[in-house]
């Protein structure tokens, strides 16, 4: 086992990791592991813009882009956090082209914003705004590459493709992480004074989803094994539009632009649901606007999809300005959709809950918030919480800028306050040990495969777009079953090179472990807030319910669910309509 | 429908050099080529070994070569691929890790050795963004969209034959930087291109072009570079 020494180890190379590399390197030693290759990071998947009100097409002030965020999160999401996340981000995009990032531009040479789901003016009560930042619908892609470039320009050590199996948190103090370096197979051991998460989120556990199949939630596994709860994990969004069968995602800026949601008979059904805003209203309310259609029967040809039909922007536009949207339909869809609607489906987007944190990225151990030292978390793996239960479109890059430079920031004034370094717990690189030998030994009957894809379905029927009290009391019986069947499972790779077998058991591990915690809250929690809507609680319970869900797991399943108050600190509570 | 996948394999420590193994599968109607991967991974043979990620074109992780053709897995229909046969081979002139991955190191290291980052003129205002305007930010269409997946680079000729070629990836990110009107030197990104295994390898046989999951074209991006350093002598 190889001993590693870095001041700061960074584990993902999104976003929200690389921000937090950027500001941290040159006052410290920075290294940043990442179970894939960086600009493969899921970031890069992100298409249709980041959120901020610089006013370059139209009248726009942060506090409209913080009220949005409040009302579209309903009213779960802390405000405080949530001001921090409007506020600065204009001088985020600002640094960010700075930095070279590629935005779309006006006839005036400024950064072209479009309109998207829930961002409107007036304190919600006047028209779209178009406030999403964009670098035509490859926002994502062109905010990672050049961060990841900014990085090479000063320096930052990567680790590629090492997976992480271990975090060490002993005492409400971390020590490092332990990692797998894929290519070679052996492990390493990265003692740190301080660890930062950017892991990503944990929606692949659903069968049709939008995530990449590296976006596995291993981050949020890995707070749970060293008894570290997770908030509001039961709030995971459906995006309205992935692309039926497989669920890649269709930027929420299609209807943007002025896209269509049509059911079987024609309808833009969406009048019974939003009449205000129609296909732009958040993305809870339009999911379950679809699944209401495609349950009632009036999907296309009765089928699981509607239609998402672009034709009348023209083909101009939607080559100009949803290029990849376009490619998108003809490769996966065999649909060009300027000429014919896109068949569509809720597909499973985006993690609302994740590892507390408050705005500076330090880890919260418990309802009082006490920081467990020298861990820190940004992006979608943490939850500050900026989403709330439901999260508006181009507020994730956002977050994963902003709270990823603010906690680099925090780091690095935490290096500058001369902390020193923990050791290494005698026991821990024997367990990431165990951890890896139990698997790459396993020669047991049960499959990986088999009980992945059970997972993934009973998740989509039981945690879907909408929930029930008996559904969930299923998916606990499922949960204890397939990890039951997980104690026996057998792998044929025995090999130490790039085996991807040991990965994708590990990654089933870590899924079957923080399923626990999405169902315990999920259950507990008897009422419907933005993403969790329960069909045998359909009302939000704000004198029962407006608070966040903490959650701590043991080895054995059990999960102990812990509560804390939301920061409210401009908005009361309303009605949430569009 | 059924295929039959004839699949490179080549286990590191175990065997000298790749073999081919067959997999028969009913492919699904929408099944890509990585969907058929993931079944025989699943299902077939767990020891099966290759990249992937985000499953629709934008990671760049699955390149590979398909039927002689340097495609991403994820987004080649198998319904699109002609005969029973379908061929997966990794991608050619790397050094193969095992069965479809190969070692990118010496692919990365060019596209680093560019300098694949801006290089401002002066100091940005403080308070809001440097301006550009859409005639100069449409210069980087065609280039920015690189995906770092490598399909152009492994299929050229040029790079088979001098191994210390830059190759089109990175010669098409020098272009995305030198073209940015935000960018100030030019001429120091020009020197690094103007090299002997640098702009001046490439004869314009556009295998990258023809390559590019993305449809860009690097050698249409080398031409413009080659001009550049003409005009301006370096």
């Not at chain 1, 990431?432 to 997972?455: M, N, T, Y």
């Not at chain 2, 100091?123 to 065609?142: F, I, M, N, V």
């Amino acid at each position: 086992m190889e001993y590693h020494r870095h001041e700061v180890v960074i584990v993902g190379a999104g976003i929200a990791g690389l921000s937090a590399a950027l500001e941290v390197q040159g006052s410290a030693d920075v290294a940043v592991l990442s179970k894939i290759f960086p600009t493969r990071s899921h970031s890069t998947a992100a298409q249709g813009g980041t959120a901020a009100a610089l006013g370059n097409m139209e009248e726009d002030h942060w506090e409209w882009h913080w009220y949005d965020t409040v009302k579209g999160s309903d009213f779960l999401g802390d405000q405080d956090a949530q001001e921090v996340l409007c506020r600065e981000a204009p001088e985020v995009i600002f640094a960010l082209e700075h930095l070279g990032v590629p935005w779309s531009r006006t006839e005036s040479g400024r950064i072209m914003q479009r309109p998207f789901g829930g961002h409107f003016s007036q304190f919600g009560k006047g028209s779209p705004v178009r406030r999403a930042c964009m670098v035509a619908d490859r926002n994502g892609h062109a905010i990672l590459h050049c961060l990841y470039e900014q990085c090479l320009k000063r320096g930052v050590r990567f680790y590629s493709e090492f997976l992480v199996v271990t975090l060490m948190v002993r005492e409400g103090r971390c020590h490092g992480v332990v990692a797998w370096d894929v290519a070679r197979g052996d492990l390493h051991v990265f003692e740190a004074k301080a660890v930062m998460f950017g892991t990503g989120g944990y929606a692949s556990a659903w069968q049709v989803n939008t995530n990449c199949l590296a976006n596995t939630g291993d981050g949020l596994a890995l707070v749970l094994e060293v008894g570290l709860p997770l908030e509001d994990m039961e709030f995971v969004q459906f995006h309205p539009t992935g692309i039926y069968p497989s669920g890649i995602l269709v930027t929420e800026g299609a209807r943007g632009e002025g896209g269509y949601l049509l059911n079987d008979r024609g309808e833009r059904f969406m009048e019974r649901y939003a009449p205000s805003k129609m296909e732009v209203a958040p993305r809870d309310i339009v999911s379950r606007a679809e699944q209401t259609e495609i349950d009632e029967g009036r999907g296309i040809g009765g089928k699981g999809y509607v239609h998402l039909d672009l034709r009348h922007l023209g083909k101009k536009l939607i080559l100009e300005k949803l290029p990849q949207i376009h490619e998108m339909g003809v490769k996966f869809a065999g649909v060009d959709c300027t000429e014919a609607p896109l068949p569509i489906l809720p597909t499973a987007h985006y993690a609302m809950g994740g590892i507390p944190t408050n705005v500076d990225g330090e880890v919260l151990a418990d309802e009082k918030g006490t920081v467990v030292e020298g861990f820190f978390a940004a992006g979608e793996c943490a939850c500050v919480s900026v989403h709330g239960a439901n999260r508006l479109g181009t507020n994730s890059t956002l977050e994963c800028a902003v709270f990823g430079r603010r906690t680099g920031r925090r780091i690095r004034r935490y290096m500058e306050a001369g902390v020193e370094y923990r050791g290494v717990p005698e026991e821990e690189p024997e367990r990431a040990q165990k951890k890896v030998a139990d698997i790459l030994e396993a020669r047991g009957p049960e499959r990986v495969s088999r009980l992945r894809a059970e997972l993934k379905e009973s998740m989509t029927k039981n945690m879907g777009v909408f929930r029930t009290g008996e559904g969930m009391r299923e998916q606990v019986e499922k949960l204890r079953e397939l990890r039951e069947r997980y104690g026996r499972i057998g792998i044929t790779d025995h090999q130490k090179v790039f085996n991807t077998e040991l990965e994708e058991a590990l990654e089933l591990g870590h899924a079957l472990a923080f399923c626990d915690v999405i169902v315990a809250g999920g259950l507990a929690r008897e009422e419907s807030r933005g993403a969790h809507a329960r069909k045998d609680f359909p009302k939000r319970d704000d004198a029962k319910w407006l608070k966040h869900t903490l959650a701590w797991r043991s080895e054995d399943g059990s999960v102990r669910l812990g509560y804390k108050p939301v920061a409210i600190t401009r908005f009361q509570p309303e009605e949430r309509k569009y | 429908m059924e295929r039959i996948f004839r699949v490179y394999r080549y286990q590191p420590g175990q065997e000298e050099r790749g073999r081919y193994q067959e997999y028969r599968v009913e492919v699904g109607t929408s099944w890509t080529v990585l969907d058929a991967l993931g079944y025989i991974k699943g299902e077939l043979d767990g020891t099966l070994t290759y990249r992937r990620s985000c499953r629709h074109g934008i990671c760049g992780s699955c390149a590979m070569t398909i039927n002689g053709h340097n495609r991403l897995a994820c987004e080649t229909q198998v319904k699109d691929l002609k005969g029973d046969r379908i061929e997966l081979e990794p991608l050619r002139s790397f050094r193969v890790i095992r069965d479809l991955v190969v070692d990118m190191g010496e692919f990365y290291d060019r596209y680093e050795a560019v300098k694949p980052f801006l290089m401002p003129r002066g100091a940005p205002p403080t308070d809001r963004e440097r301006l550009q305007s859409p005639e100069d930010r449409r210069k980087l269409d065609g280039a920015y969209e690189c995906i770092l997946c490598g399909c152009c680079t492994s299929s050229c000729p040029s790079f088979w034959a001098d191994r210390k070629f830059l190759g089109p990836a990175a010669l098409l990110k020098a272009y995305r930087y030198v073209f940015d009107s935000r960018d100030q030197d030019m001429g120091e990104r020009l020197k690094i291109v103007n090299d002997p295994h640098g702009l001046w390898r490439c004869h314009t046989i556009f295998n990258c072009a023809e390559a590019c999951p993305k449809g860009l074209n690097p050698t249409r991006a080398i031409g413009a570079l080659k001009r550049e350093v003409v005009k301006r002598r370096i």
